[in-house]
């Protein structure tokens, strides 16, 4: 990166969000009838593409860098008495979806961490997850998130009979000093026994999160974790911003602040991991990704189907994502559901026969034409407002107040407007800000982030 444009970057670095969904999360409001809910769901046409998402909050020890929605527990009876309240959301699911014969494209287990699952339970889930839908798809994917201390041959022979094809393993750095500094104690030969172990099971692709910004990484340190990371030979890696944001998520106040690379450090940091993953052949996908060139992202970005959902990077254009369990956000077409945060009014409306959802979203035709806009700027770092409204039948939109608020990063070098109105990102760290004016809802935000802080 020249330093014209890292200073461009410093100098308009703010608090933005990451734009896995717009609106964004922290806009859903409160007050969905049951009714509603269900009217939602009968919504979906009959055979449509549905992708399904099961949140599991459990992790069995802290990491202090986390912003996922998870709590630690040593008991494992906790984890199974959430498994029996998904199970009870999904009979719910059942009967108004299964006469629908919709066909699965994707299902993802994410977290807090889908390992802390015993593998009957793993299998009871995916078991009642089958009867929603139509898993023969020969595009269909599978795949769960992976902490690689936990992984074990009986978890992986469950997850290989189950269609797991795809594993992301947490692995956010290798280096001792970084990773005992944010309370994680895991090392290389345990990620790669937990490698070896998924291509063992026949689950060869292999996704790896890196963070960067975490205490203690030097521009050295993360060049040999990112060597590292590429000696597992992963299909993908992610490259994620760690966000310090202790007022929101008390646990970070035991990272030593002392110890995090300043804002301009961090943009080394990422430029320099950046490199060694394209010098190795990775295509760099959106803002944070890399794909080898074989991946479906590859593909996806280079035929404009690259999409972007609360899971990240995708080739996932199903109009519908079915999300259970606490704080899981659904999309049903223009409509996001968020289920309850915190366990006990989760496990309260579930036990009482209501489907468990809090927070809701009905987007508005502006809303619709925004959120395309930033989905294509996150996933291809320049769209066309005018065409994207166009190609949604509606060729007016007044986009002059966005194109008048980008005019500053145009001048910093940091964006390119051409003459038919196509904004470009000239670095991956604008695409964010250039989002952000587009962003209706982003003075009120409680959830922005700064733009090196991904
Ligand atoms: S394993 Fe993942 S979800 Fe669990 S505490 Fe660590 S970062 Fe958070």
């Given at each position: 990166?020249?330093?014209?444009?890292?200073?461009?970057?410093?100098?308009?670095?703010?608090?933005?969000?990451?734009?896995?969904?717009?609106?964004?999360?922290?806009?859903?409001?409160?007050?969905?009838?049951?009714d509603?809910?269900?009217?939602?769901?009968?919504?979906?046409?009959?055979r449509?593409?549905?992708?399904?998402?099961?949140?599991?909050?459990?992790?069995?020890?802290?990491?202090?860098?986390?912003?996922?929605?998870?709590?630690?527990?040593?008991?494992?009876?906790?984890?199974?008495?959430?498994?029996?309240?998904?199970?009870?959301?999904?009979?719910?699911?059942?009967?108004?979806?299964?006469?629908?014969?919709?066909?699965?494209?994707?299902?993802?287990?994410?977290?807090?961490?889908?390992?802390?699952?015993?593998?009957?339970?793993?299998?009871?889930?995916?078991?009642?997850?089958?009867?929603?839908?139509?898993?023969?798809?020969?595009?269909?994917?599978?795949?769960?998130?992976?902490?690689?201390?936990?992984?074990?041959?009986?978890?992986?022979?469950?997850?290989?009979?189950?269609?797991?094809?795809?594993?992301?393993?947490?692995?956010?750095?290798?280096?001792?000093?970084?990773?005992?500094?944010?309370?994680?104690?895991?090392?290389?030969?345990?990620?790669?026994?937990?490698?070896d172990?998924?291509?063992?099971?026949?689950?060869?692709n292999?996704?790896?999160?890196?963070?960067?910004?975490?205490?203690?990484?030097?521009?050295?340190?993360?060049?040999?974790?990112?060597?590292?990371?590429?000696?597992?030979e992963?299909?993908?890696?992610?490259?994620?911003?760690?966000?310090?944001?202790?007022?929101?998520?008390?646990?970070?106040?035991?990272?030593?602040?002392?110890?995090?690379?300043?804002?301009?450090?961090?943009?080394?940091?990422?430029?320099?991991?950046?490199?060694?993953?394209?010098?190795?052949?990775?295509?760099?996908?959106?803002?944070?990704?890399?794909?080898?060139?074989?991946?479906n992202l590859?593909?996806?970005?280079?035929?404009?189907?690259?999409?972007?959902?609360?899971?990240?990077?995708?080739?996932?254009?199903?109009?519908?994502?079915?999300?259970?369990?606490?704080?899981?956000?659904?999309?049903?077409?223009?409509?996001?559901?968020?289920?309850?945060?915190?366990?006990?009014?989760?496990?309260?409306?579930?036990l009482?026969?209501?489907?468990?959802?809090?927070?809701?979203?009905?987007?508005?035709?502006?809303?619709?034409?925004?959120?395309?806009?930033?989905?294509?700027?996150?996933?291809?770092?320049?769209?066309?407002?005018?065409?994207?409204?166009?190609?949604?039948?509606?060729?007016?939109?007044?986009?002059?107040?966005?194109?008048?608020?980008?005019?500053?990063?145009v001048?910093?070098?940091?964006?390119?407007?051409?003459?038919?109105?196509?904004?470009?990102?000239?670095?991956?760290?604008?695409?964010?800000?250039?989002?952000?004016?587009?962003?209706?809802?982003?003075?009120?935000?409680?959830?922005?982030?700064?733009?090196?802080?991904?």
């Amino acid at each position: 990166m020249n330093n014209n444009i890292k200073e461009s970057i410093l100098k308009h670095d703010r608090m933005v969000p990451r734009y896995t969904s717009y609106p964004t999360a922290p806009h859903f409001k409160s007050g969905a009838t049951q009714d509603w809910y269900r009217k939602e769901l009968e919504k979906i046409p009959a055979r449509s593409p549905i992708s399904l998402y099961v949140h599991v909050p459990f992790c069995s020890q802290l990491c202090w860098f986390c912003g996922c929605h998870t709590r630690v527990t040593s008991r494992y009876s906790a984890v199974g008495d959430y498994t029996d309240w998904l199970l009870q959301e999904l009979s719910m699911l059942v009967p108004i979806l299964a006469p629908k014969r919709l066909e699965v494209r994707y299902l993802h287990f994410g977290g807090g961490s889908p390992t802390m699952l015993r593998p009957s339970d793993f299998r009871r889930i995916v078991s009642r997850l089958r009867k929603i839908g139509d898993f023969t798809r020969d595009d269909l994917g599978v795949s769960v998130e992976i902490d690689p201390r936990a992984a074990s041959a009986d978890k992986l022979s469950a997850y290989q009979k189950c269609g797991v094809n795809r594993a992301s393993l947490g692995v956010q750095d290798f280096n001792q000093q970084v990773m005992n500094a944010v309370n994680r104690s895991q090392d290389y030969d345990t990620c790669k026994r937990a490698t070896d172990m998924c291509r063992a099971h026949g689950i060869n692709n292999v996704n790896i999160d890196l963070m960067y910004g975490l205490p203690y990484q030097t521009r050295d340190s993360i060049r040999k974790t990112a060597e590292q990371a590429l000696t597992l030979e992963p299909q993908r890696i992610s490259l994620f911003g760690y966000a310090h944001v202790p007022w929101m998520k008390k646990h970070m106040r035991l990272i030593q602040e002392d110890a995090l690379p300043s804002v301009e450090d961090r943009l080394d940091l990422f430029e320099d991991a950046a490199e060694v993953f394209e010098n190795a052949g990775y295509v760099p996908i959106g803002i944070d990704h890399f794909c080898k060139e074989s991946d479906n992202l590859v593909t996806a970005l280079r035929s404009n189907c690259l999409s972007r959902n609360f899971q990240g990077y995708t080739d996932d254009n199903c109009p519908y994502l079915l999300a259970v369990g606490a704080s899981g956000i659904s999309r049903l077409g223009d409509v996001y559901v968020q289920n309850y945060v915190h366990l006990p009014p989760y496990r309260d409306r579930v036990l009482s026969g209501q489907f468990p959802f809090d927070k809701y979203c009905e987007m508005t035709e502006s809303d619709k034409i925004r959120a395309r806009v930033i989905e294509k700027m996150m996933c291809n770092l320049s769209v066309n407002p005018l065409g994207e409204a166009a190609g949604m039948g509606i060729p007016d939109h007044d986009f002059s107040g966005v194109y008048e608020s980008i005019m500053p990063l145009v001048r910093d070098g940091l964006a390119q407007i051409s003459s038919d109105g196509t904004v470009h990102a000239l670095a991956r760290q604008s695409a964010r800000l250039i989002c952000a004016s587009f962003d209706q809802y982003l003075p009120h935000s409680s959830e922005a982030r700064h733009v090196t802080s991904s």
